[in-house]
């Protein structure tokens, strides 16, 4: 009777090599959008300054994958051209500006009372943002639009 001794730990070894192999070469790429021009710090960012860029590397959780959430949305900070973009990179666009004139609304089932009004702070849309009006008197305001607040109780 013959014998023959085989080594396993070569074959363990192949094995292991193999499988990191098919995980390398089974890695897909995926679409994420960025920008095709540099973006200022406050710019607010339109459809037609992205396009998309297919990435094999690992994605931070912070990666913007969806074009919907930087349309419309204004930098933080300059951004490059065909970079990944980060959720810390974008803000909401300020539509009001402290000191800046605006129409304030104060409205009750049975009333309803517009008066000027001085923006006290900047403000992004849906944002509570603080008012003055008359002489002295200073309310809370949710931003309805671009020249128009709700007075909150």
Sequence with gaps: MLRV???VLPLLLWAFDASADD???SAQAIGIPV????????EIIQAEDLIEKQVKDKISSQVIRDVDQIIGMSAKITLIPGRPILTTHLTCPVIIEKGRKINALYKKP???????AIA???GSLGQKIRIKHGQNN?????ILDQNTV???D
């Design 23 to 25: 995980r390398a070469h």
């Design 138 to 142: 200073v309310a809370f305001a949710k």
């Design 150 to 152: 709700l007075i909150q």
């Design 35 to 42: 920008l095709n021009r540099q973006i200022k710090a406050k």
């Design 120 to 122: 006290q702070q900047n």
């Design 5 to 7: 001794k085989v080594s």
């Design 110 to 116: 049975s009333l309803s009372i517009e008066v000027q």
